[in-house]
């Protein structure tokens, strides 16, 4: 069954194009669906108007390759004055721990096991940082870990919480600077640089390599920090230290703008503590409709009228600020793997690692991993 292939091309008589042939015509209709339920009939030709100014991105695995750039953009041209694909970025594959995922073989990362245990944007931060985007890539448990504890919770984490609870505590919100020195400059116009530069690659979908340079101006960040010593000039000279705070607000500021597509739940309450009400990056919702036999099922939607603010930081002195909190907790070390790649720590029985194995060789993993997994 499905589509035969069109011509008479020899071996190919018996072939059929099918469930792509199918599928990709839903990002099409979607928007169409989205239109008339938000009483908008017209406004899916924001998409799909060749004059637009919108550009459509699509992501996809390595071998999705063809669907996209060749059928799915041939259906649009037979159609006609349909807007194509801009840009189509295609990932190589993710391998867990060294090996090939294979769900058949239980040898996977699955989100319900994930997302009861780890903050959605711990996952979104290392799925980023481990991309494959050039070539295959690894998912390595020590690595998530590692790249937790050492990255966000020590580097970013750490930078934000220590600001704002010097500015909280010895200011009661953002202070009046007095005249910049060197180092300000310096850093400010670092951050400036930054900021244009991972723009650029965001918008060239180098997604890696763009979550690299922010955590490099981050870095940076921590450094003026710990040279300038806050905590420690506030006891002598309040109007430093006071510059030095406002400084560091500024560019915690832009960097969580930097972060927000990557780790846009920690960038909100980061958003929240510096003092703003809106949202930083909008995200999708699900929300619910009825089909015309009466069913109902979910349509994953979004305010898309809402820009995400995407701009250097135009925090000015007097702006309250919020209660600060950790963005991020620590995580413990991964211990020992077992054969559905499910990690336990040493107070996992013995007993209790070789049941999951046994029970139905994994089949029934994601009803019983509660009581072992971390």
């Known amino acids: 069954w499905g589509v035969p292939v069109p011509g008479n091309v020899d071996g190919f008589a018996d072939k059929r194009i099918y469930v792509w042939f199918d599928a990709v015509i839903g990002y099409y209709s979607a928007s169409l669906e989205w239109a008339k339920r938000t009483d908008q009939p017209e406004a899916w030709r924001k998409w799909w108007d060749p004059a637009s100014a919108q550009r459509s991105y699509y992501f996809i695995g390595k071998d999705n390759i063809p669907f996209h750039t060749i059928i799915w953009p041939a259906m649009l041209l037979g159609y006609g004055d349909r807007a194509l694909p801009y840009d189509v970025p295609a990932n190589e594959f993710l391998n867990l721990e060294g090996q090939k995922m294979s769900t058949s073989q239980n040898w996977a990362l699955w989100m319900p096991d994930i997302m009861a245990r780890y903050e959605p944007d711990l996952v979104r931060y290392y799925l980023t940082a481990a991309a494959p985007e050039g070539r295959d890539s690894n998912w390595s448990w020590a690595e998530f870990v590692q790249r937790t504890n050492s990255e966000l919770v020590a580097t970013w984490g750490n930078l934000a919480n220590r600001v704002l ?8 919100g953002v202070p009046t600077p007095s005249e910049l020195n ?5 850093l400010l116009n670092t951050i400036e640089t930054g ?3 991972v723009t650029e690659l965001y918008e060239a979908v180098k997604l890696r390599s763009a979550l690299q340079e922010t955590m490099a101006l981050a870095q940076t960040a921590n450094q003026y920090l710990s040279e300038q010593e806050p905590w420690k000039v506030v006891k002598v000279d309040r ?3 006071a510059t030095v705070i406002f400084v560091a607000l500024k560019v915690i500021d832009t960097l969580n703008r930097l972060f927000s597509p990557i780790m846009p739940h920690a960038s909100q309450k980061l958003h929240q503590m510096l003092g703003y009400d809106d949202a930083i990056a909008p995200q999708p919702q699900i929300e619910y409709e009825l089909d015309p036999d009466g069913a109902q099922r979910p349509v994953l939607t979004g305010q898309y009228a809402i820009a995400a603010r995407w701009q250097m930081s135009e925090l000015v002195p007097g702006v309250s600020l919020r209660d600060p909190a950790p963005l991020f907790r620590k995580l413990d070390a991964m211990r020992r793997i077992n054969r559905c790649g ?3 720590d040493d107070k996992t029985t013995k007993e209790g690692a070789d049941a999951i194995w046994t029970y139905q060789h994994c089949g029934a993993r994601l009803a019983r991993l509660g009581s072992v997994l971390l």
């Open 165 to 172: 609870t010097i500015a909280q505590r010895n200011f009661d």
């Open 182 to 186: 060197a180092a300000d400059t310096t």
């Open 195 to 197: 900021f244009a530069r």
């Open 239 to 241: 109007e430093r230290a």
């Open 342 to 344: 499910a990690f336990f």
